[in-house]
């Protein structure tokens, strides 16, 4: 059976995550003291006992939920599971994936995606950003209806085919949360972040990472990666730099990641790090597709019966 792994951003993220793996699990333990020497304090301890509000500090987020999803993936190689023929991950997942993909070293992704989370809160201040989930309209008509708003709003997230993120300017955001309900939406959202990922107001935190791409070693992925830019397979070292890069201000498109996979032949997604939420969003753009997701030691279990060789 042909699988791809994917692995999750922001919002995943939860105090006592992955404890009751890593209590079977000594490589997770493991993970996390690597990452804590290089970030300078305790991540399991800060994921373990919170505070939540720390926790959900993006430049703490970001590190946790990367070293979550690595761990699983090191627990996975060690019972000597089949490989992946793809992976891809969603916003932050896809640093994540390019560590798993042999693309980037693990300590220097740890850092990585902690200056990313500071670069980001820098490029707008708290409460000048905002994001919001909508519900019940497709993804066109989110992107139609912000280019009417004034001021700065985007898609952000295309999440499946009736969830897509917007983000922008406070204002903007508000206006646009109110067409959306006038235009029909279900749902309405406003998201407990504190910036507004993947739209043009991320432009300042780009050109920072770009300078901090460009002194890392950046290696041809060993698996190939589909990135949130174009929805394309990547393996080329320059290419994933450059799109890594744009991927800041531009939006993740999930929904053509998912149907890529699908393409590829791809039979079953495993979810790999904490929680569920890409499961979630998977089966919302493909009721057909083969799901699992790595988030306790009796799903961790379950799969390993079923996919050891």
């Known amino acids: 059976m042909s699988i791809a792994f994917v692995f999750p951003g922001q919002g995943s ?6 404890a009751d793996i890593a209590a079977q699990e000594p490589l997770v333990s493991e993970t996390f003291a690597q990452a ?25 987020t970001q590190p946790a939920l990367l070293v979550s999803g690595v761990a699983m993936w090191r627990v996975w190689r060690f019972h000597e599971c089949e490989l992946p023929s793809v992976m891809a991950g969603h916003s932050l997942g896809e640093y994540t994936a390019l560590v798993c993909a042999g693309a980037m070293e693990f300590t220097d992704a740890v850092t990585l995606v902690r200056d990313r989370g500071k670069y980001m809160q820098e490029a707008v201040p708290a409460g000048q950003g905002a994001m919001a989930a909508i519900l019940g309209l497709d993804g066109k008509s989110v992107s139609d209806l912000c280019q009417n708003i004034p001021g700065t709003v985007s898609a952000a997230n295309f999440n499946s085919i009736e969830q897509t993120v917007i983000a922008g300017e406070t204002d903007a955001v508000n206006q646009a949360m109110e067409q959306a309900k006038q235009n029909g939406a279900k749902r309405v959202v406003l998201l ?3 910036v507004p990922s993947h739209c043009a107001l991320m432009q300042p935190a780009a050109d920072k990472l770009k300078d901090r791409l460009m002194a890392l070693e950046i ?6 990666v589909i990135q949130n830019v174009d929805a394309m397979v990547h393996t080329n070292a320059e290419e994933i730099t450059d799109l ?13 990641t998912i149907n890529r996979i699908t393409e590829l032949g791809c039979q079953r997604i495993i979810e790999s790090g904490p929680g569920k939420v890409l499961t979630g969003l998977i089966k919302r753009i493909n009721r057909e597709m083969d ?10 279990e379950s799969e390993l019966q079923q996919v050891k060789p």
């Not at 993220?13 to 992955?18: D, F, P, T, V």
């Not at 304090?41 to 993006?58: M, S």
């Not at 799901?291 to 961790?300: D, M, N």
């Open 192 to 194: 407990p972040v504190s």
């Open 36 to 60: 804590s020497e290089v970030l300078g304090y305790n991540l399991w301890d800060v994921v373990q006992t919170g505070p939540e509000a720390e926790l959900n500090q993006t430049e703490i």
């Open 291 to 300: 799901t699992a997701a790595l988030h306790s030691y009796g799903a961790l």
């Open 219 to 224: 290696n041809n992925a060993e698996i190939p």
């Open 13 to 18: 993220q939860s105090i006592g995550m992955l």
């Open 244 to 256: 890594l890069i744009k991927q800041l201000h531009q939006p993740v498109l999930w929904v053509d």
